[in-house]
């Protein structure tokens, strides 16, 4: 295990062809939780439990919609005030997982 590549998926659940993830982030980052839903290899519903409020609604709102590949590009690396990782790269990670 590499430096911020501590997350875990908590729980990953398939009902009427939505994929619902929540997962918790590297201990390394503000946010304590993220879920969000995959239809069809897009993201929709995007949340994050603490951390930088603001910042991670408007993540949300701008990653609904998106195809996970393209939000997976554009977010991949972003790092928080030197710590390797960030609340959205965390995102990021579990993505490549699943």
């Known amino acids: 295990m590499t ?3 501590d997350f875990k998926i ?6 009427n062809g ?6 918790e982030p590297s201990s390394l ?6 879920d969000f839903d995959l239809i069809d290899g897009k993201l929709h519903n995007v949340k994050y439990i603490r951390g930088c409020n603001g910042n991670l609604q408007a993540i ?3 990653l609904e919609g998106m ?3 393209k939000a997976v590009s554009i977010l991949e690396g972003v790092n928080c005030n030197g710590r390797g990782t ?3 790269d965390q995102l990021v990670r579990v993505l490549k997982s699943i």
């Open 29 to 34: 980052v503000c946010s304590v939780q993220i």
């Open 60 to 62: 949300g709102r701008l």
């Open 10 to 15: 908590i729980s990953d659940t398939t009902q």
């Open 18 to 23: 939505v994929r619902h993830i929540t997962a």
């Open 67 to 69: 195809e996970a590949d």
């Open 86 to 88: 960030s609340c959205s």
């Open 3 to 5: 430096l911020g590549d």
